[in-house]
């Protein structure tokens, strides 16, 4: 109780609530988590269910248009006469799901890695950082299209479509470690020629103690922020992997996969489709960026503006 | 003290500390720095051992190096006769549990994410796995209160602490695990000079109270005075003079330790007739020939450039000095 006084009389909240960029996002970001979380809740319809679908409801517009609409349909349907803001709420479920899970893989590898090549140095320190090198040298999207289409022609589309979400994590998370062993390693090599750690050493503490008790916390305040900014980038990785129909199946939709089953009939006149879905992402991403680069600000005095 | 009969504690010999000069595979060679040169030093039980010099004289590497934390180049530390230089960790143990350091900036040695009490508790909780929580909590706060530290501060963070406040917090954490010797490195020389005093006594009453051992290393030529029984003054990584307080102060044999000792101010205003040097202190990546400090000493001859000269007794002191060893000084 007395922590959460703290807490609010802090100066981290005190800046947050005097920007009014960081309190419009953080409130977009947390109403479309609690809609994603919410949907069996709050989704007119089910778009899992399929006794419930009917293909004649397919492709109805949004009922504020002069086209075909229906009024349970608020925002239209889409090609298989699911309703669109059910499968919007849905899929953005599953691109959550998929962008937080593979940032925690990520942060676990990168962190782990950055850890011990940062205190180790040496030779563990330029094996590891060669290896981030490579990587990244590799775009993310090359890696993802390359495994994934090599998984999907192995193991056929049946079962490619029952792991889609495993195998988006664990491509996407392995694909970005880099990003988080370098920053990690930089603070770690900041931090272990300060006396604490000397003290630590000197006190016949073993180095895996040092690192996780002594450095680690010191850490973590760059560990937070690119934490946020890579989630929404392995939320676009996601969706970009499903646009190009390597990501999530079309019975199981994330946003990706909406916006690229909308792309075919954006020439008929059906734009809502792809659009719909594209402005829920885009608010999505954005609002989770500008929230990072706030965080990024607050954290970092040596970056205060004006 | 020093009339006590002496048993040797902590013996360093022949220790040497070279930095960089290997050059890797794509990386450039770096220069060698000869940070330690042949440094024979023999710590006693219940000394307030000083070690005096100018700054990168290599005052804190022995320091380091004494403790654990730079292992030297070469040569051998003993504690009570057994070689602990060459100990992996968990070898050391039982000695980490006999040696601790304070260090020199209080500022950054308390880790800012943990409380006092769990920087306090952690020593304990390492070396002693079977202490129960009660147990644990009863030594931290009898330490806190021997070094003059309210128990109320344990759930703090050290942000909220004073610099001497911090400084004692430290000297805690070096008395949890009821050592024999700690190397205090520079421990007050980031302090206010009032707060100095104060440090400097919470030390000097552990030293009672404990039967303490210190390396107390110091550029105040006034602290070692007060504070310390034997003393050697170091310079360009060589001992240049090993004696007793009281010799040195009255009798400095050796050309630096007479020009160190001719620069403290006195109150008196005696003090103006100091021993002026000229040049610059030389760097330790490209050492003078001979005795380190031929470049700067007004008595130095041939032999000072061609020959390293020893510490040898010379009845009041210990000078690696050949001008005091042929009487030309």
């Known amino acids: 109780m007395n922590k959460m006084a703290v807490f609010l009389g802090s100066d981290f909240v005190y800046r947050f609530k005097k920007d009014k960029v960081a309190l419009v996002s953080f409130s977009l970001v947390v109403t479309l988590i609690l809609a994603a979380l919410l949907a069996p809740v709050i989704a007119p319809h089910n778009p899992y269910d399929l006794t419930t679908i009917d293909i004649m409801d397919s492709e109805l517009a949004p009922i504020w248009t002069d086209g075909d609409t229906d009024e349970r349909f608020l925002l239209g349907t889409d090609p298989q006469g699911r309703d669109l803001l059910s499968t919007i709420l849905y899929g953005m479920r599953i691109s959550l799901v998929i962008g937080i899970f593979a940032v925690m893989l990520q942060a676990f590898l990168g962190v782990t890695i950055g850890l011990l090549s940062g205190y180790i140095g040496g030779r563990v320190d330029a094996f590891f950082m060669r290896l981030a090198d490579i990587q990244l040298s590799l775009s993310t999207l090359m890696v993802a299209i390359i495994t994934l289409a090599v998984f999907q022609a192995a193991f056929g589309a049946e079962l490619y479509s029952e792991l889609a979400i495993f195998m988006l994590v664990l491509v996407i998370g392995i694909a970005e470690w880099p990003q988080y062993a370098r920053t990690v390693r930089a603070s770690v090599l900041a931090e272990k020629h300060k006396e604490y750690v000397d003290a630590a050493r000197v006190i016949g503490m073993a180095p895996k103690r040092i690192m996780l008790r002594h450095i680690l916390p010191n850490t973590l305040s760059p560990i937070l922020v690119i934490s946020t900014i890579q989630v929404a980038n392995a939320i676009i990785s996601e969706a970009a992997l499903s646009f190009l129909g390597l990501g999530m199946p079309v019975n199981k939709p994330s946003l990706g996969s909406l916006i690229s089953s909308g792309f075919e009939f954006i020439f008929s006149g059906s734009w809502w489709i792809t659009v719909i879905p594209s402005i829920v992402l885009i608010m999505l991403i954005l609002s989770i960026n500008l929230l990072g680069d706030w965080l990024r600000d607050v954290l970092n005095p040596k970056l205060y503006k004006d | ?329």
């Open chain 2, 1 to 329: 003290m020093s009339e006590l009969a002496h048993s040797p504690l902590v013996e360093i010999e022949n220790v040497e500390q070279r930095f960089g000069g290997s050059s890797g595979f794509l990386s450039p060679s770096q220069p060698l720095v000869k940070a330690l040169n042949s440094v024979s030093l023999t710590i006693n039980k219940g000394d307030s051992f000083c070690l005096v010099g100018e700054s990168g004289c290599g005052k804190s590497t022995l320091a380091r190096a004494v403790i654990g934390l730079n292992p030297p180049t070469a040569g051998h530390i003993k504690y009570q006769g057994n070689r602990i230089d060459n100990l992996s960790t968990r070898e050391r143990q039982p000695y980490t549990r006999k040696m601790q350091m304070v260090f020199q900036n209080p500022y950054a040695s308390l880790n800012p994410r943990m409380t006092v009490a769990q920087t306090l508790q952690e020593p304990l909780q390492i070396h002693f796995p079977t202490m129960s929580r009660a147990e644990i909590e009863a030594k931290v706060e009898e330490v806190m209160l021997s070094v003059g530290n309210d128990p109320s501060w344990l759930e703090r963070y050290p942000h909220e602490f004073s610099g001497g406040q911090r400084q004692r917090i430290s000297i805690a954490r070096a008395l949890m695990l009821d050592p024999e010797f700690i190397v205090a490195d520079e421990p007050i020389s980031a302090l206010d000079v009032s707060i100095q005093a104060q440090v400097l006594n919470v030390m000097m009453e552990a030293q009672e109270s404990r039967n303490l051992t210190y390396l107390f290393i110091t550029h105040d030529l006034s602290v070692v005075e007060h504070f310390g029984n034997r003393v050697a003054v170091m310079y360009l990584g060589t001992v240049c003079e090993l004696a007793d307080t009281k010799n040195l102060f009255a009798t400095p044999r050796h050309p630096y330790t007479q020009a160190l000792l001719s620069a403290v101010p006195k109150m008196d205003g005696s003090g103006v007739n100091h021993v002026k040097m000229s040049g610059e202190v030389p760097t330790a990546m490209d050492l003078p020939s001979g005795c380190v400090f031929h470049t700067r000493c007004p008595y130095a001859n041939d032999r000072c450039k061609r020959e390293i000269p020893k510490l040898k007794d010379n009845g009041d002191t210990q000078t690696a000095c050949f001008a005091v060893e042929e009487g030309r000084l």
